[in-house]
């Protein structure tokens, strides 16, 4: 829209101007290409229609029922199931060449497709966006927990920034270590089985920039825990 002001006052009823590319963009959504098509058409006057660059799958049958605001639309997706095809051929035959023959071959029989989902179209009336409660953030279930985490996180930081390799401080007798480092240092009264509630429970030392959650896929490969770890130590 901002590109449409600049270039308005050389636009007349009846131009149509070029829109995309949308070949990375999904068709519903927030920012998808049924909410695109129309919020144009909302907002461009009565007459400029446009172009769309890159609609393939469903996206074109979607937003086929808006002839008066889309003119015409293009795509390359058929380039790749020709690239697709061609690899399939050449298992079989080795010589075989993807030429332009067989490639305009595919790109009829795409187009066709094409057309004849686009006949009819098909409902756009579909919620875009579907509000949804913020799901509740997961953490550490006991003080232990919150120590371990602590300990696996900082050592996952020390490896991303290089300051030492996966196989320098990840061990599970170093981790236990480390974590009952931090146990002798809990405030008066918590212990290690208590049920985590806030960073209070912990040591004062580590209560600043406290990664309060980190997935376990976040975190490299040589600290993630493969089991649970021993609870000796918390004893």
């Given amino acids: 829209l901002r590109c449409y002001d600049a270039m308005s006052a050389h636009l007349a009823p009846g131009m149509v101007i070029g829109v995309g590319s949308m070949c ?21 006057p009565k007459g400029i229609r446009a172009h769309f660059f890159g609609v393939k799958g469903d996206a074109g049958s979607a937003i086929a029922m808006m002839s008066h605001r889309i003119a015409s639309i293009d795509s390359q997706a058929y380039g790749v199931r020709a690239r697709q095809l061609a690899i399939e051929e050449r298992q079989r035959n080795p010589n075989f060449s993807k030429s332009n023959a067989f490639v305009a071959g595919v790109m009829e029989k795409w187009w066709l497709n094409q057309v004849e989902r686009m006949k009819h179209g098909s409902a756009r009336s579909i919620q875009n966006v ?15 927990d919150a120590l371990e985490l602590r300990v696996r996180a900082e050592n996952n930081a020390l490896i991303k920034s290089g300051d030492i390799g996966p196989q320098d401080l ?22 290690p089985s208590d049920r985590y509630v806030s960073l209070s429970q912990l040591p004062e030392s580590v209560q600043d920039n406290w990664p309060c959650y980190v997935e376990p896929e976040d975190l490299h ?15």
């Fill in 24 to 44: 990375r963009r999904k068709t519903g959504g927030e920012d998808g290409i049924i909410a695109i098509a129309e919020r144009l058409d909302r907002e461009l």
């Fill in 130 to 144: 579907l509000p949804m409660p913020a799901a509740p953030e997961p953490g550490p279930r006991t003080v232990w």
């Fill in 170 to 191: 990840c061990s599970d007798h170093l981790v236990l270590a480390s974590i009952q480092l931090l146990i002798s240092e809990l405030p008066a009264g918590v212990r």
């Fill in 221 to 235: 490969p040589a600290i993630r825990p493969t089991a649970a770890l021993p609870r000796f130590l918390a004893a």
